[in-house]
């Protein structure tokens, strides 16, 4: 049963890293589903599960988004200036929020996060790329919104990705895969602080595998796939129209987060 565990999280990995390759996502949107699913079989412990289920989403996030912001980074996609000016912002969301989480309800939190994956979905559905843009804003209102997003990609475990990737492509002057590989970074250095916080905060926890929030036991297997998966992602955006995945994927999140609300 661990080993059918052990591929399943591999592949679950596989998948998360090619979308974060193909559409900039980060693989959180992946993550925290099959994470979810996991507690009930126990590898994920009872206590405040939602909370480890987001910490250990966004620690496996961490390696899945440099793995793309790696491949991003060789063929000269990624704008490190436009980063840096939403990082200024999304890095204080991550220094306070993971403290604000483990003590929310988890009935809000499954709320709040079945809201934001409806959000994305409807995001995914109608973003295609072409989106008119608009003149460049001053750095210091996307640095606010590098806070505004890097809160509610902490909250839902889904990284930042899909926000940071219109944000750059709206409001400056990148071009879509361009705007892809920058969110890369910015995923990378936002979720990485806000893991580090998640690490330390004092828990219950009898599992050796578990480290503050974060289960080792699921997030890397998870990572492993999720290494291997941005080359291939990028390979298909480089290639190919992402429409029908983007279409695939947001009828998925819309049924899971409808499901997440119904249930929980």
Do not use: C
């Not at 679950?12 to 996502?25: D, R």
């Not at 405040?48 to 496996?60: C, G, M, Q, Y």
């Not at 492509?169 to 910015?186: C, H, P, Q, R």
């Not at 998870?222 to 129209?241: D, E, T």
């Amino acid at each position: 049963m661990e080993i059918l565990f052990f591929v399943f999280l591999i592949i679950a990995g596989f998948v998360g890293g090619f979308l974060s390759g193909l559409l900039g996502i980060g693989g959180g949107l992946v993550f925290v589903p099959v994470l979810i699913s996991l507690s009930s079989f126990g590898i994920i412990e009872p206590i405040n599960s939602i909370s480890v289920v987001l910490a250990t989403s966004l620690f496996t996030t961490v390696i899945t988004s440099f793995a793309s912001y790696y491949q991003h980074k060789k063929i000269q996609n990624v704008d490190k200036k436009k980063a840096v000016t939403i990082i200024l912002g999304s890095i204080f969301a991550a220094i306070v929020i993971p403290q604000i989480i483990h003590n929310l309800n988890h009935q809000i939190l499954v709320f709040l996060l079945a809201f934001v994956q409806i959000v994305v979905a409807i995001n995914f559905l109608f973003f295609d790329g072409k989106t008119r843009k608009i003149k460049s804003v001053k750095p210091i209102i996307l640095s606010i919104f590098g806070f505004i997003f890097g809160a509610i990609a902490i909250v839902s475990g889904s990284a930042g990705g899909i926000f940071y990737t219109p944000l750059l492509y709206i409001f400056t002057e990148l071009d879509f895969k361009k705007s892809v590989g920058t969110s890369s970074l910015i995923v990378v250095i936002t979720m990485a602080v806000a893991t580090t916080q998640f690490l330390f905060l004092k828990t219950e926890f009898n599992d050796v595998f578990q480290i503050g929030y974060v289960n080792l036991r699921a997030s890397l297997p998870l990572a492993i796939g999720a290494i291997l998966g941005p080359k291939v992602g990028i390979h298909f955006l480089n290639k190919s129209s992402n429409r029908l995945v983007k279409i695939i994927f947001s009828l998925f999140l819309l049924i899971y987060s409808l499901k997440l609300l119904i249930f929980s």
